[in-house]
T-cell receptor
């Protein structure tokens, strides 16, 4: 099956700094990618939809100025957590499908962000 | 997205079959039934999906009720590596346009 790769898998940053997470589709092109967040012992929550060449669409309650998404190519989407605070510590996961009509979503391995 | 209901947790013994139920009484005619699983500290992994007919693949089988208001994921011979949270999700066709809505899932515990 198709592969989605995330980097880094784990990052620790100081409060007030920014962190960039990369999501790549390795063997297919993805016009649309999705970013999820998962707090401990909770389920995944969709944060935003990343569209190649256009602005991301954010779910209600997600601050677009805090979570910057860039989808500059058909194989790369990035999520930047700006001015991170301890409450932003979470597991961030991206996904993509092969086309919007794909019947299977491929997920990255996730990024564990810890803000100290 | 239509809502699904799953038991919070289930326990089974290694090498025995496991039946994971999911209720989706408000499913629409175009919703596909998807199952994903998430191992600890990893992203979710696709397991299987179906629309109306029962489906089989190398990982599992999916049994869909005739009225489509419920389904059951069947692991034919569970191993310790099958211990994970299993999510039953409705999407059209696979969430490629709108993403997926995850419920709480079922935490499957496998006893050796």
């Amino acid at each position: 099956g198709a592969v989605v790769s995330q980097h880094p898998s784990r990052v620790i940053c100081k409060s007030g700094t920014s962190v960039k997470i990369e999501c790549r589709s390795l063997d297919f092109q993805a016009t649309t990618m999705f970013w999820y967040r998962q707090f401990p012992k909770q389920s995944l929550m969709l944060m935003a939809t990343s569209n190649e060449g256009s602005k991301a669409t954010y779910e209600q309650g997600v601050e677009k100025d805090k979570f910057l998404i860039n989808h500059a190519s058909l194989t790369l989407s990035t999520l930047t957590v700006t001015s991170a605070h301890p409450e932003d510590s979470s597991f961030y996961i991206c996904s993509a499908s092969v086309g919007v009509w794909g019947t299977e979503a491929f997920f990255g391995q996730g990024t564990r962000l810890t803000v100290v | 997205d239509a809502k699904t209901t799953q038991p919070n947790s289930m326990e089974s013994n290694e090498e025995e079959p496991v039946h994971l139920p999911c209720n989706h009484s408000t499913i629409s005619g175009t919703d596909y039934i998807h199952w994903y699983r998430q191992l600890p500290s990893q992203g979710p992994e696709y397991v299987i999906h179906g629309l109306t007919s029962n489906v089989n693949n190398r990982m599992a089988s999916l049994a869909i009720a005739e009225d489509r208001k419920s389904s059951t994921l069947i692991l034919h011979r569970a191993t310790l590596r099958d211990a994970a949270v299993y999510y039953c999700i409705l999407a059209y066709p696979g969430g490629g346009a709108d993403g997926l809505t995850f419920g709480k899932g079922t935490h499957l515990i496998i006893q050796p």
